[in-house]
């Protein structure tokens, strides 16, 4: 079955800088790949997603970047706040939706102000 | 549009007994998954059910077990509750058609065992 490796686990970053977490699968059936922030008492809420035809997706401060070839994608959050404090996930799927997730361990990022 | 629905939010149940945990998905959505969320494991994907029918499964025994009804709602139930099985359980949703949309979490179950 599919194996997604996340790094790190916790990272804290000065507002205003960048935050990069990666990402690594095992399963070259997987195409879907998205990212979730969970907040505390909250179910996880996507904040992107990219798809294996793609190679980089942006929106507004959150990128996400993918290289098949390789097995790894990342998310990248510039110019950090406050509220993009959370736990991230990544995860993999050989589908876009719902079927079969496949969720990284997770990293808590910590804004600092 | 309301968003995934759980009930009930917390539940405390003793080792032995079983629980039934509910999942209303977005309105028009037909796929339901099921995850167990504990700091030791992180998500595990359980089942994920549409249009009634379990269509994917993961790695969980047999006291785990899923339906879905004719109007999508989704109920899970664990049977001789161990204290392990003590986690925030998920559900999420997606629809399926114009080429789909992404899952769609619901707040979860915490489930305490004792």
């Known amino acids: 079955g599919e194996n997604v490796e996340q790094h790190p686990s916790t990272l804290s970053v000065q507002e205003g800088d960048s935050a990069v977490i990666k990402c690594t699968y095992s399963?070259?059936?997987?195409?879907?790949f998205p990212w979730y922030k969970q907040e505390l008492g909250k179910g996880p809420q996507l904040i992107i997603d990219i798809r294996s035809n793609v190679g980089e997706k942006k929106d507004q401060r959150i990128a996400v970047t993918l290289n098949k070839t390789a097995k790894h994608f990342s998310l990248h959050i510039t110019e950090t706040q406050p509220e993009d404090s959370a736990v991230y996930f990544c995860a993999a799927s050989p589908n876009f939706g719902n079927e079969k997730l496949t969720f990284g361990t997770g990293t808590r990022l910590t804004i600092i102000p | 549009k309301a968003g995934v629905t759980q009930t009930p939010r917390y539940l405390i149940k003793t080792r032995g007994q079983q629980v039934t945990l509910s999942c209303s998905p977005i309105s028009g959505h037909r796929s339901v998954s099921w995850y167990q969320q504990t700091p030791g494991q992180g998500l595990q994907f359980l089942f994920e059910?549409?249009?009634?029918?379990?269509?994917n499964k993961g790695n969980f025994p047999g006291r785990f077990s899923g339906r879905q009804f004719s109007n999508s709602r989704s109920e899970m139930n664990v049977s001789t509750l161990e204290l392990g099985d003590s986690a925030l359980y998920l559900c999420?949703?997606?629809?399926?058609?114009?080429?789909?949309?992404?899952?769609?979490f619901g707040q979860g179950t915490r489930l305490t065992v004792v």
């Open positions: 999420a949703s997606s629809g399926e058609g114009g080429g789909g949309t992404e899952a769609f």
């Open positions: 399963d070259s059936a997987s195409n879907y």
């Open positions: 059910y549409f249009s009634e029918t379990q269509r």
